[in-house]
Structures are given as C-alpha cells and as structure tokens.
DNA sequence: GGACTGACTTGCGTTTGCTGAAGTCAGCAA
DNA sequence: TTGCTGACTTCAGCAAACGCAAGTCAGTCC
C-alpha cells in the first residue's frame, strides 16, 4: 500500500475528521470553555468569570455543548440553595484533553508569553511536565518525518 | 506545591497559552490548510483544490499564516514555466502536527463517518497507526485523572 | 502580438461569533 | 409578600469569516 502523498488527487477531503470535528468544537469559545471544564470548572458563572467571554456566549455555547454531547448538565443542590445545574464532562468532551494539551504545548513554545507559561500540567505520579506526543499503536514514538498517509475504510476516491 | 484545581480563583487565563494559540490557528480555513500542508500541499492551487474553501479565503488566509511564521513563501520555477511561489511549512507551522492529529484522532472517535476514517496515519517503520497521546517528561503515560495543575512563571496571581 | 494560464484581488452579500446592556424567571429567605 | 440571587434570555449592533462572481496581471507559448 503506497502513501497516498504520491497521489494525492485520489482521495478527497470531503469525508475527513478534522474538518469534522473543528465543526464541532472549533469555534473560539467552545475551545476556551472546554480548557476550563477540562480544569475543573463545572457552574455557570465560574465559567463567566474564567473564560473570558461574554454571559451571553457561554449560555448559548454552554447548550450547544450540551446537545452535542460534550457536556452534561446535572442537577444538584447545595444546602439552603435551590436546586441548580451543573456541566459536567462526558467522555466524548475529555477525550479533547489531547487536543486542548497539544494547543497549549504550542502555544507556551510559540506564542508564550516572555515569563514563560502561565500553567503547567504535571504528571501526579512524578510531577514532571505533560506534553501531548505523538505514537503508534505499536508503541514507538514517531516524528513528524515518519509518518506514511494511507487510505481508511472511509476514504472517497475521486476517478 | 499544591493542585491550583484547589484555588481556582487564585489565577486568571489573561496569559493564557491555549487563548493565544488558537487566536493564531483558530480559523477554520487556517486548521483546513494547515491539515493539507501537513499533507504535503504546497502550491495555491492544490490548496484551493482540496481544502474546500474559495479561494480568495485561501489567499487571504495563506497571507496571514505566511506573516504569523506559520508558512514560508518560497519561489521555484518549472522548465517553460515561469517563476511560481509554493508554501513550505516553518518548525513553527510543523509542530502543529500533533495538534492536527489529535483533532483527526478525536473526529475519527467521535465524529467519523459510519464507513470509518477517511485517511490514516500510520508509523513508516512499523505501520501501525499513530494517535497524539499524553506523556510527562518523566517517560510515563498520563491519564487525564493523573494531571495536576501547577503555576508556572508566566502566571498571573489576582488577589 | 495575441491568447492562455496560474495566482491572485476586488466587490459584493450573507452568516456566524461576540459584546454590552437590560430583562426575565424560579425559588429560597425574611 | 417582597426581595434577592444565580442562571440564564433578549435585543441591538458590530466585526470577522466565508461564498460567489468577476476582474487583474505577469509571464510563456504560438
């Protein structure tokens, strides 16, 4: 099987994950609230105050989130208070941790800030910092050069 | 040093480095070309072709990414042809490849087509397929729930 | 020199994302 | 019952992103 780069025109992008999945969770807002959530953040106006964006936006992308799965809004109730909602995350919304870890990496080596970087995530068991890195199912780590493209079982050939 | 999970409310995301990197690469034409480069696309016209956006977006849009360092534009010439320019990914524009995979990664879970992934990257050495995973400098795999949040020196202390 | 082509640019119009200020609404507290 | 508060909603208005159609411009080929 030859990597598709040599024919490039053979396939198209018309079925292709990415473009899907930014259609998800590509916009501004989305990202910023799920670094947050993925933080620990789960009620309404925490997430006002943290983000960085208007009350308007994060109500609305709040329910998008919802609807599309990322979150879950729960029920709970704190003594003497009435009974609120909470966004949680579901599996399908931590499953971004790569995702919003690979744009931090990125962004505290290219776009940072001269002190440095304002967060760092560290392994619990060792404390050393995490990087999101890329590997193959056969447990090596590859380099950007090592990579072949090959056709999936949903390509769409274009003849 | 204690999880900042603990005091949520001691730091502020002003310097946030996921904030500062998607307002780099956030756009979608910007996420759509950069899969594309990573690919191996380098001309403007292979570009239009198989991003899936107009092409007066791409021009724009290849602009921009040429003065943020994310592409450099760079003259060639074809026998019988005249002086052309291609679009050649910078170490800056390369090391978004995890960003991208893990996004590929995420959609071909969670957003993919009932056939399967269109495409697949696959290790050149062994040929099995490569995903964006979380590692701490320390060597080890990191699950999502063994992260703990640290300050690091950019950070903004509000009191 | 005239046609051709690849690489853009210009000029609309539309949609989406976001802001800011103000309004609503449910239920617990007094 | 009235007030308060947290969790939203509504209502302009603006700017950026994108699509489509047409125009430009520099070489090269004939």
Redesign the interface.
Known sequence: MGD??DD??S?S??????????????A?ST??IM??A????RRFD?FV????IGEPAIAARLKEMVAA?LLERIPYREPGQRTRHEYQLTP?G?????????????????????????????????????????????G?D?D?G???????????RRD
Chains 1, 2 share one sequence.
């Open positions: 598709l780069r490039r025109d396939w992008n018309a079925n292709c994950s990415v473009a899907r999945a930014i259609d998800i969770v590509g501004r990202v910023l670094r947050d993925l933080l620990g953040t925490d105050r943290r983000v960085g799965g399908k931590r499953e971004l941790l790569p995702v919003i870890t690979a744009l931090r990496n990125w962004g505290d080596t290219w776009a940072a800030d001269e002190a440095g970087p304002p967060i760092v995530a560290t392994h619990h068991d060792c404390g050393q910092p995490v990087r999101a890195v890329l590997r193959c199912a056969g090596h590859v950007s090592d990579i072949d493209i090959t056709a999936g079982p949903g390509a769409i």
